[in-house]
């Protein structure tokens, strides 16, 4: 299909992001990655060692592949954290201009529920200073109305806590949120499994972000495949329009001509 992810003018005909963490080793995130077909990948940079650029390390890794990347703030509890390490990310060249970056402010350490306030101060300082940013955040409708407003280029609400695998738990308010956005609405966490990821482009997302549904899974590489596949068929559906529901049965075949 010629139906590609728009993001602040950039196209993407994968709406499946994907995170690098949580691999039990290279070979295998990079296979998983592959198999996957996303375009746009997430790092955390506090997780990471920038500078290790030997053939085993994650930064050889993605210097060698044609994916966009996605620096992002896990680990940040404060909006000033989140803007420094950013901040360090442009001036280390980890990815091209605009620099498009994923904001992650958390609030809660047991949930890594995000912090809606210091995510909405750091998404307004690091607008100004030229950044494409795509905000984690709460699935809340006033929010997500926010952050459009104060100029970030998508917003990611999560469909469930970081890594819990329960998929969408609220898809009312996902609904509310893509009633109203004018931006990319991308799923960020929570999902579990392909059907999860088929959802929540039936539901009209754009796109869906994930990394332990993939990296937990017993086949890593085999999930990521199903999470492509399942990301494209759920989007096909989406513009296809589903049939409405019904209370009582419909017969698939009329009844007008039947033999007596």
Known sequence: MQDALVIAGRTFSSRLIVGTGKYKDLDET???????????????????????RSSTSLMSLLARKSWTLLPNTAGCYTADEAV???????????NEAPHMVKLEVIGDPKTLYPDNEQ???????????????????IDDPVLCR??????????????APIGSGLGIRNPHNLSLI????????????????ASDAALAMELGCDGVLMNTAIAHAKNP?????????????????????????????NASSPLAGLIE
Request: one cysteine or more.
């Open 119 to 137: 995510t909405l101060e750091a998404a307004k300082v690091l607008v100004k200073e030229g950044f494409v940013v795509l905000p984690y955040c």
């Open 84 to 94: 420094r390490t950013l901040r360090l990310a442009r001036e280390l060249g980890l």
């Open 221 to 249: 590489e085999l999930m990521a495949a199903a999470m492509r596949e399942a990301v494209i068929a759920g989007r096909k559906a989406r513009l296809a329009g589903r049939m409405p529901r019904a209370r009582y049965a």
């Open 146 to 159: 926010k952050l459009e407003d104060v100029g970030c280029a998508a917003v990611m609400p999560l469909a």
């Open 178 to 193: 893509l009633e109203h956005a004018n931006v990319p609405v991308i799923v960020d966490a929570g999902v579990g499994t």
């Open 30 to 52: 990079e296979r998983a990655i592959d198999a996957s077909g996303a375009q746009i990948v997430t790092v955390a940079l506090r997780r990471v060692d920038l500078a290790d």
